[in-house]
């Protein structure tokens, strides 16, 4: 299995609402990240975390709430988003805490995303 | 074939003839880099990547090549097909010693467009 599989698709939310994103890889993966793409930009990092752990947090607001529950799921916890919050979120893995370590070519696997809306 | 001697954010090429997309990197300590393809509504997904210890690899109908000198990225593409339509990302991070953080850092994407 070399997929990481993102939940919902599509999901449209109010201002006032909560909602969680969802994400899941079984390669064994120990580095999980959260990314941002708005139309036409290349991904923004947001988390990262490395063996469950919270490593990085790019100066995310705090309505957008990470969570890593075991080594093979990753949500993104949502609440009072803003319209400008719109965008694809998109999950990747890698091995072991970052991308090609080791010496190791390490292949680098994002998820399909989750298109959010908020309105 | 057809190259960009700077990134430009669309590359519109003849189906059969040879791609390059070009990329620029940031961070002279970076040491390994990967480049993406992203389909319309789609994640991106791994092309092809290559370590700074290395100046040339080929895949299947793709070759990255690196220039460290000019912090310089290349993306070959062989015989462009109208699948290959997409928007190309490279990405770059730090994957060895104290410098790495985790964090793969992208750059601003070519629109590669393929004519029939």
């Known amino acids: 299995d070399t997929e990481v599989t993102q939940t919902p698709k599509h999901l449209v939310m109010g201002m006032t609402n909560k909602k969680s994103l969802k994400c899941e890889q079984h390669?064994?993966?120990?580095?999980m990240y959260w990314y941002k793409q708005k139309a036409k930009k290349p991904p923004e990092l947001m988390f990262v975390?490395?063996?469950?752990?919270l490593s990085i947090n790019e100066s995310v607001p705090s309505r957008f709430s990470p969570e890593c529950p075991n080594s093979s799921l990753l949500n993104l916890h949502l609440h009072a988003l803003q319209p400008e919050d719109s965008a694809l979120y998109l999950c990747?893995?890698?091995?072991?805490?970052?991308w090609g370590q080791g010496g190791r070519n390490t292949e680098a696997f994002f998820g399909q995303g989750t298109r959010l809306t908020v309105v | 074939g057809e190259s960009v001697g700077l990134h430009l954010p669309t590359l519109s090429v003849q189906e059969g003839d040879n791609s390059i997309i070009n990329c620029a990197y940031s961070?002279?300590?970076?040491?390994?880099f990967i480049w993406y393809k992203q389909e319309s509504g789609k994640g991106p997904q791994f092309i092809i990547d290559?370590?700074?210890?290395?100046d040339k690899r080929q895949g299947q109908r793709v070759t990255v090549l690196l220039n460290k000198t000019v912090k310089h990225l290349s993306l070959q593409i062989a015989a462009t097909q109208p699948g290959d339509s997409a928007v190309y990302f490279c990405?770059?991070?730090?994957?060895?010693?104290?410098?790495?953080?985790?964090?793969?850092?992208f750059g601003q994407g070519t629109t590669l467009q393929v004519k029939p």
């Open positions: 990747a893995s890698s091995q072991e805490g970052g």
């Open positions: 961070n002279s300590a970076s040491d390994y």
């Open positions: 290559i370590r700074s210890n290395m």
């Open positions: 990405a770059e991070t730090i994957a060895h010693g104290s410098g790495n953080t985790g964090k793969l850092i």
């Open positions: 390669m064994g993966h120990r580095a």
């Open positions: 975390y490395s063996y469950e752990k």
